[in-house]
């Protein structure tokens, strides 16, 4: 991963902060993939990697940061309906993603919000195909949303 970011991103001023979350980004997977968890600790310590690309972008903080907010708002109300998949570690972690992509602009916090959908679908699918109803972790995918849509950003 952090070889593909500094290909992808070059010599950028970004390019620390974003290493900066390769490793609370890789246990959040970890963790999720093995218990269905993402601890509250790791997902903040990942949303300050936010504060920095303030630092760097200020012109893009309120972008950043209601992009954040608009994908809390909906991940929540998806959480909440019966049956809804999601859990609010999903929740938190979606919002803390979009919140960093927004630095990079409205197509990315799009693109990392339709990739993880586009990955966890098919899989959810051959799942329910082959009668294994099992919960399906979706902090992988929004994690893998996130690192393609800073690196085609």
Known sequence: MSVLLAVTLGPSPQLPVHLLAVVPGLLLALIDLRCLRLPDPLVAGLGVTA???????????VPALLAGLVVFAAYLMIALLPGGGLGLGDVKLAAVLATIL????????????????????????????????????????????????????
């Open 102 to 153: 927004g630095f990079a602009g409205w197509p990315a916090v799009v693109t990392g919000l339709v990739v993880p959908h586009l990955i966890n679908g098919p899989i959810a699918l051959a799942l329910l195909l082959r009668g294994r109803g099992r919960p399906l972790p979706f902090g992988p995918a929004l994690l893998a949303g996130a690192l393609i849509a800073v690196t085609t950003a």
């Open 51 to 61: 504060l920095p690309l303030a630092l760097l972008r200020p012109d893009r903080l």
